[in-house]
């Protein structure tokens, strides 16, 4: 293992230009066409046969007897205008869901994720005789929508990669640059969005005595929603209900029939999250029947993450290895609030995962979070430490 760095740092020019050429050229989720070529391109480059599943690339590195794991790497971008002044930043658009032009942007580190992922590629084939078994290396699309892991499911990776004995992933995130972090247990919150849409009657401004306002009903809905967490959810769990939108209406002196909400929920437990969507639809629907509306409101389910939660087996494995190697750059992290795709691929398997996180910023007090039109981690040495703990993960498997 005291190689790999040395190894790694010969990388250094091939992977910071293959970032960079990613970083310019982000594509939305499900959209990632040009994306999935250049890691297509990059694996035929190496001697390797990819197979296309899903929108998603999958390379099988085979060396003979042992263990087989799966790593993954997410390479979608975000609709972001960005705004690091990098010399190669983005400045193309594309079109989102609905047909408008966006501006698009990698805003989450799925570019880095990709040149680590091809980076420790690059180091195995390259160094056969540090393992044996089979390395799965697999490149997902559309994390961003929570559905780039359940295409590549559903267009039979279980049926056409061999099963691996766990699966990997990691993020980039705003820690110190050179730094590893993992979490035993819940790591990344369980998500899911829904549009909620309630019908009421319309009538002209001055008439509000022949309406059934729905902005009323809408505005009662949001006040009442606050009370799920506060008043519903035991102060040891933890939930968020957050309603990010209303759309009703589109005059000042028109009731219009109808109103939409658009709301985001966020648990470490699935048995909360069941709670949370039940109080929501229980709470819509008797606001509803409060304000003599005599049509059902519509709940429109989207946007669903898994929880993700490292088993403590595979924690306490894969974390002694980093331990070994990093030193004090490892540490146990803290769970945070964002969510994964990734999780659907391990399930799919029925086989057990690890996810962690490293840094990329060299001061994470004024680092702004993933999402951000800032978000620029440093290519070095985040792509070299991303690249190693991808290759000393799985050398705890496949290590001679």
């Known amino acids: 293992m005291s190689n790999i760095a040395k190894i790694v740092a010969n990388l250094k020019d091939w992977q910071e230009g293959l970032y960079k050429e990613l970083h310019a050229h982000p594509e939305l989720s499900m959209q990632e066409e040009w994306t999935r070529e250049r890691i297509t391109q990059e694996l035929t480059d190496l001697g390797v046969e990819p197979k296309r599943i899903g929108g998603g690339v999958v390379a099988v590195l085979e060396n003979g007897e042992g263990s087989t794991i799966l790593s993954r790497a997410d390479f979608d971008a975000l609709p972001l205008k960005e705004e690091t002044g990098l010399d190669f930043a983005s400045t193309g658009t594309q079109k989102d869901a609905d047909g408008n032009d966006t501006p698009v942007m990698h805003g989450c580190g799925h570019d880095m994720h990709t040149a680590c992922l091809l980076g420790a590629v690059k180091v195995l084939l390259a160094q056969k005789d540090l393992w044996q078994g089979t390395f799965i ?41 050179g730094t590893v972090n993992a979490v035993c247990g819940p790591t990344f919150s369980g998500a899911t969005s829904l549009k909620i849409t309630v019908y009421g009657k319309g009538s002209h401004g001055s008439m509000p005595h022949l309406s059934i306002d729905p902005i009323v009903m809408a505005a009662a809905i949001v006040l009442r929603l606050q009370t799920i967490v506060s008043r519903e959810i035991s102060p040891s769990d933890f939930a968020v209900v957050t309603v990010g939108s209303i759309v009703a209406g589109a005059s000042a002196n028109t009731i219009p029939d109808s109103a939409t909400l658009q709301l985001n929920v966020r648990t470490y437990k699935e048995s909360v999250q069941k709670k949370v969507t039940e109080s929501i639809e229980r709470i819509v629907k008797a606001e509803c029947a409060a304000s003599g509306s005599d049509r059902e409101p519509e709940f429109e389910y989207f946007n669903r993450y898994p929880l993700t939660a490292n088993p403590e087996e595979q924690f ?72 190693e703990a991808q290759v000393v993960a799985a050398l705890e498997y496949l290590g001679k």
Request: with cysteine; aromatic share 14%; hydrophobic share 35%.
């Open 137 to 177: 290396a697999l490149f997902q699309p559309g994390e961003e929508t929570a559905q780039g892991a359940k295409s590549m499911v559903a267009d039979g990776l279980v049926e056409q990669v061999p099963k691996p004995e766990v699966c990997l992933a990691q993020h980039v995130v705003s820690i110190q640059e």
């Open 316 to 387: 306490d494995r894969i974390t002694g290895a980093f331990k070994d190697y990093f030193g004090d750059r490892y540490a146990d992290g803290e769970k945070v609030t964002a969510s994964e795709d990734f999780t659907y691929i391990p399930k799919a398997f029925d086989v057990p995962y690890f996810y962690w996180t490293f840094g990329g910023f060299p001061d994470p007090e004024s680092a702004p979070g993933n999402h951000s039109p800032q978000f620029a981690p440093t290519m070095s040495p985040s792509l070299q430490v991303g690249t």
